[in-house]
């Protein structure tokens, strides 16, 4: 059985987290790009989204994560009951959660699935993989808005695709791979192709952002439809 360590060391994030919306039952929130959801086991990763927020909400859980270079909607929950009834939501894919991406390269088609298998693979942590054997199910749908190109300071010109993404799962890195898969990685992602393309390497950050969130308020039962707009 293979070790799995982790040396990843998070760099300082600045970024503070902005609380969209609270009350005495959950709150939610926008992560900024570059800040773990969860502390890591090293002294080092200290600073996450729970590490900042418990000092707020004392007692408080994450229902859900981000991708520590992904922004936007979170949900907190502010006790264990509302963490469970959340979580039941999630688990019964019962929450709509919708990102905002930039991606590599012009895509052919105008929307799609993508549905490939993904598996964790303990010789190449934390990378994931496409695995139709050993894999769980996992499928997303994209749409794309905008197809353009960036101008690059020495001329270059990026062909770049802005698109919607809906996970109908919930994997790790699930968008990542999936658009790995389907030939055009995220721009800006280190672990799945996004920073391969010429002038690409010099990304600021993951190009993608959890910008819409919908779920049920699970005291007051209203659906509660949030939206966050993509900051790139």
């Known amino acids: 059985m293979s070790t799995i360590t982790d040396t990843f060391i998070a760099p300082p994030c600045v970024e503070e987290i902005e609380i969209l919306y609270q009350d005495e039952h959950l709150a939610l929130i926008n992560k900024p790009a570059g800040l773990l959801s969860l502390s890591g086991k090293n002294p080092q990763n200290i600073d996450s989204v729970h590490h900042r927020l418990v000092r707020i909400f004392p007692g408080c859980t994450l229902v859900h994560r981000l ?34 991406a930039l991606l590599c390269g012009h895509l052919d088609n105008d929307g799609g699935v993508i549905d490939a298998a993904i598996a964790k693979d303990p010789a190449l942590f934390p990378l994931m993989s496409i695995c139709a054997i050993h894999g769980k199910p996992a499928r997303s749908r994209y749409q794309v808005t905008a197809r353009f190109y960036h101008a690059l300071q020495d001329g270059t010109r990026l062909p770049l695709t802005r698109v919607q ?47 819409e969130l919908h779920f049920v308020h699970p005291i007051g039962g209203e659906e509660i439809k949030a939206h966050h707009p993509c900051p790139f």
Not at 94 to 100: D, F, G, I, L
Not at 167 to 185: A, F, N, S, V
């Open 67 to 100: 991708d520590f270079g992904t922004s936007g909607l979170m949900l907190i929950a502010r006790n264990k009951a509302i963490n469970a009834a959340l979580c039941q939501q999630f688990s019964q894919r019962k929450v709509a959660k919708m990102y905002s």
């Open 165 to 211: 993404l809906t996970p109908e799962t919930g994997r790790t890195h699930q968008l990542r791979i999936h658009c790995q898969q389907l030939g055009h990685p995220i721009l800006g992602c280190d672990l799945y192709g996004g920073r391969l393309l010429p002038g690409t390497e010099r990304t600021p950050r993951l190009m993608l952002h959890a910008s």
